[in-house]
């Protein structure tokens, strides 16, 4: 960067921090005596607003935890639900298909024994 562009950019930064002041001064709402109090009002203020908002989220932590551990119950009951349901079928199923099997086998064994 060469000394030309460093002085541009630090005129700029000099130029735009005094318009801001100067218009900053020009529409502030209240004098300064009453924006430091303001100020000093909110500081003091800030510690109980981190304590009521940690307070929150630690509350809104424990209810999500609370409906995650309800719907898991569920959701567990209910793929307990279908795993027995999948046991049973696959125990029909190879009931079935050893009958199947059987029938067949005999079928085959008397047809040999003709």
Do not use: C
């Not at 960067?1 to 000099?14: E, Q, V, Y």
């Not at 304590?51 to 209810?63: C, E, F, I, P, R």
């Not at 279908?82 to 008397?110: F, H, W």
Request: avoid cysteine.
């Amino acid at each position: 960067m060469s000394k030309t562009n460093k002085k541009a950019i630090w005129g700029g930064i000099f130029l735009g921090s005094a318009v801001g002041t100067i218009i900053g001064m020009l529409i502030a709402p209240r004098s300064g005596g009453e924006t430091r109090q303001v100020l000093k009002k909110s500081a003091r203020a800030l510690p109980e607003l981190g304590s009521d908002l940690s307070k929150g989220v630690q509350l809104q932590a424990a209810h999500l935890s609370e409906s995650t551990l309800r719907n898991w119950e569920g959701t567990l009951t209910r793929l307990k639900e279908a795993i027995a349901a999948g046991i049973e079928v696959s125990k029909k199923s190879a009931r079935e298909m050893n009958q199947s099997y059987e029938k067949t086998t005999d079928d085959s064994d008397s047809t040999n024994n003709n």
